[in-house]
C-alpha cells in the first residue's frame, strides 16, 4: 500500500502516512466500538466547546435582558474563543 502511495506521495509522506494510518487501524481494534480513541477524544473536546459556547451564548442573553439600554454586544460566531471569552467577561465582570 505504501509503494502504490509514493506515486502520489513522496516516499517521505507516504511513509509517515502509513504509520500514522497504521497507529489509527490498531488504535480501532482495541477499541471496542472500532473508533480510533484519538478520535473520540478529539469529538469530546468537541462537545464540551460547544457546552461552554452554548453557556456563554445565554450568560450574554441574560446580561442584555438585564442591561436592555446597553449596545449589543458584537462577536463573531465563527471564532469560538473571541465568543467564550466574551461570554466569560460577561460572566464574570457583568
Do not use: D
Not at 474563543?81 to 460577561?90: E, P, R
Amino acid at each position: 500500500m505504501q509503494m502504490n502511495l509514493t506515486g502520489f506521495l513522496n516516499a517521505k509522506n507516504a511513509r509517515t502516512f502509513i504509520q500514522g494510518l497504521w497507529e489509527l487501524l490498531l488504535s480501532a481494534q482495541e477499541n471496542i466500538g472500532g473508533i480510533p480513541a484519538v478520535f473520540l477524544e478529539q469529538k469530546k473536546e468537541e462537545i464540551k466547546l460547544r457546552q461552554v459556547m452554548r453557556i456563554c451564548l445565554v450568560s450574554i442573553r441574560i446580561f442584555m435582558l438585564v442591561h436592555r439600554g446597553c449596545e449589543k454586544p458584537s462577536f463573531s460566531k465563527s471564532n469560538p474563543t473571541q465568543l467564550v471569552l466574551l461570554g466569560l467577561s460577561v460572566w464574570f465582570f457583568g
